[in-house]
């Protein structure tokens, strides 16, 4: 039996969480074997057993967590990811990630995957526009980092701006070509 493509999604802590609940679904039904990390603050956004019962598995959300079957899945999961998705991408959480900061189960995965690295942006316009922020993505660019957004559209300030997720189905769509690229 073939062993199916795995994606490790990466859920930040912004409003922009609903849609990755779709995104699992969708990859699920493409036949990818999906696991999903949170940060705390994700979680205040959408529940970890929204994505337990989409993919059939445990959310990850510490470094610390051990799934029944004993395995340790943050390092399980690095091992194992053809392609890591972080979605949405907070200022805050770029700023973990171009640090190297390891103080939550995303961003650890982060730095212990050797797999490339999808980054999906969301935030206020103003915040995207910052130089500090620009840095962080520049930082994380040169270590390999792919972007994929943001995007002008209506954002939850309730204005139309620079700093919208990409929708779905497009980090879909180019998760698909990722781990056809890597199989």
């Known amino acids: 039996m073939a062993v199916k493509p795995r ?10 969480a609903y849609k990755v609940a779709y995104l699992a679904s969708r ?28 993919t059939g598995r445990p959310v990850i959300r510490s470094s610390t967590q051990i799934d029944a ?44 995957c050797r797999c490339p690295l999808l980054l999906c942006p969301a935030m206020n316009d103003a915040m995207w526009t910052t130089a500090v922020v620009q840095a962080n993505c520049e930082a994380l660019r040169r270590r390999g980092a792919e972007f994929l957004g943001p995007v002008a559209g209506h954002l939850a300030e309730g204005y139309d701006a620079v700093g919208r997720m990409v929708e779905p189905t497009r980090i879909r769509d180019r998760l698909l070509q990722l781990v056809a690229g890597a199989s």
């Open 7 to 16: 994606v490790l999604l990466g859920v930040g802590g912004g409003v922009a």
């Open 27 to 54: 990859l699920v039904q493409d036949g990818i074997d999906v696991r999903v990390a949170m940060t705390p603050r994700a979680l205040e956004f959408v529940g970890a057993a929204t994505f337990e019962g989409l």
């Open 69 to 112: 079957d004993g395995s340790v899945p943050h390092i399980e999961s690095a091992r194992a990811a053809q392609v890591y998705c972080i979605a949405p991408a907070t200022a805050g959480l770029l700023a973990r990630l171009a640090n190297g900061a390891a103080d939550d189960a995303v961003a650890l995965l982060a730095l212990t």
